[in-house]
């Protein structure tokens, strides 16, 4: 138990240290200022997530994930869904690897992007203790697909912040393709402009649409006629 006790006391101590300052004061002209901080931070939650030994409820799904890569082309994982994901599980079979090093990367992804959209709000290390229990302890841990794809997310909702729509959309598709639930996210470039909301909101739209094609129709019509038609029909 303690080193869940561990990784929330780190931000949250840090937290307390430092008090109610915000990324423009004190915070940003110490030694974060350089990344020291913060990247040491990114790496211990890495380790965290990444080496855990079966934990998660799906732990036993995603060595089939793993295994499922054997033998397989690069251009059927891709042609699949969630090709981030298997692409990643693909590269660590034929790289020799295993389970820990697919689950570090995610880790190393939910990780960044955490700390990415923590460091927009007034206090960040608050924002990553509050985070820590549920989404780092939980989410992270316990689904990887899903932890990976709400990084990227985040790394994404960070560009939104500072109105950058082009990083915003590439981050949110990036995270499209470890997890098909993010496009969720993508409407949401309509508030990163203040100007031309008609012109962004319909890029946002044909966006939406594109990304539902490529990687959500197939899977939902798969979900209808593979359970719900079956089922009730």
Same mark, same amino acid.
């Given at each position: ?5 561990? &990784? ?45 030994? /079966? ?14 890569? &054997? ?17 990643? +599980? ?6 020799? %690897? +295993? ?29 990553? %203790? ?6 780092? +302890? &939980? ?6 697909? /899903? ?19 082009? /990083? ?61 038609? %079956?089922?009730?029909?």
């Amino acid at each position: 138990m303690w080193p869940y006790w561990l &990784i929330f006391l780190i931000p949250a101590g840090a937290a307390i240290a430092y008090g109610w300052q915000s990324p423009s004061t004190r915070l940003h002209r110490s030694s974060f200022k350089l990344g020291a901080g913060w990247l040491f931070l990114i790496v211990v939650l890495s380790l965290f997530i990444g080496l855990r030994h /079966q934990v998660g409820g799906d732990w036993g799904a995603y060595l089939r994930h793993l295994d499922s890569q &054997i033998g397989r082309g690069i251009s059927d994982v891709l042609a699949g869904g969630d090709p981030g994901y298997y692409l990643l +599980n693909w590269l660590a079979v034929h790289g020799g %690897a +295993n389970i820990y090093a697919v689950n570090l990367v995610c880790g190393l992804i939910g990780a960044i992007g955490l700390v990415a959209f923590s460091r927009t709000q007034p206090r960040p290390l608050l924002a990553i %203790a509050i985070a820590t229990p549920y989404l780092v +302890n &939980i989410v992270m841990m316990g689904y990887t697909r /899903q932890g990976a794809a709400i990084g990227l997310g985040m790394l994404g909702l960070a560009a939104l912040v500072k109105a950058r729509n082009r /990083q915003f959309v590439f981050w949110v598709l990036a995270a499209i393709t470890f997890h098909k639930s993010a496009i969720v996210l993508l409407p949401l470039a309509i508030l990163g402009k203040r100007k031309n909301r008609w012109l962004t909101g319909l890029a946002a739209i044909v966006i939406t649409a594109m990304a539902y094609h490529f990687f959500l129709a197939d899977y939902l019509w798969s979900l209808y006629a593979g359970y719900i038609r %079956a089922e009730y029909n």
